[in-house]
């Protein structure tokens, strides 16, 4: 069974930026579409941005512009560039492979990183 393991979060004031990793296990990481999905409290977990075969992308409208995901398959590792960060956007990120609807492929999850905006 494929592992996630994120990194990177942490407390960043309005407008900073972080750089989310996630570690995949497994040698089929580059075979799959992969998504980094969010959770804030109260709420339920969304996909902030995606990125399939040949580079294609989706991300969630209020993060266009500001976040910018990519991959490297060699090191299986995903990434989530994140700038301009907003309160909103405090939650804790987590990483899956991606359904060709961008919906989560597995029901299991790592431990994900918490991301806190604020000032």
């Known amino acids: 069974q494929v592992q996630f393991v994120e990194s990177g979060g942490g407390l960043v004031q309005p407008g900073g930026s972080l750089r989310l990793s996630c570690a995949a296990s497994?040698?089929?990481?580059?075979?799959?579409?992969m998504g980094w999905y969010r959770q804030a409290p109260g709420s339920q977990r969304e996909l902030v941005a995606g990125?399939?075969?040949?580079?294609?992308?989706k991300y969630l409208d209020s993060v266009k512009g500001r976040f910018t995901i990519s991959r490297d398959n060699a090191k299986n590792t995903m990434y989530l560039q994140m700038n301009k960060l907003k309160p909103e956007d405090t939650a804790v990120y987590y990483c899956n492979m991606a359904r060709v609807d961008w919906g989560p492929l597995n029901d299991f999850w790592g431990q994900g990183t918490r991301v806190t905006v604020s000032s």
């Open positions: 990125i399939g075969y040949g580079g294609i992308t």
């Open positions: 497994g040698s089929i990481f580059s075979l799959y579409r």
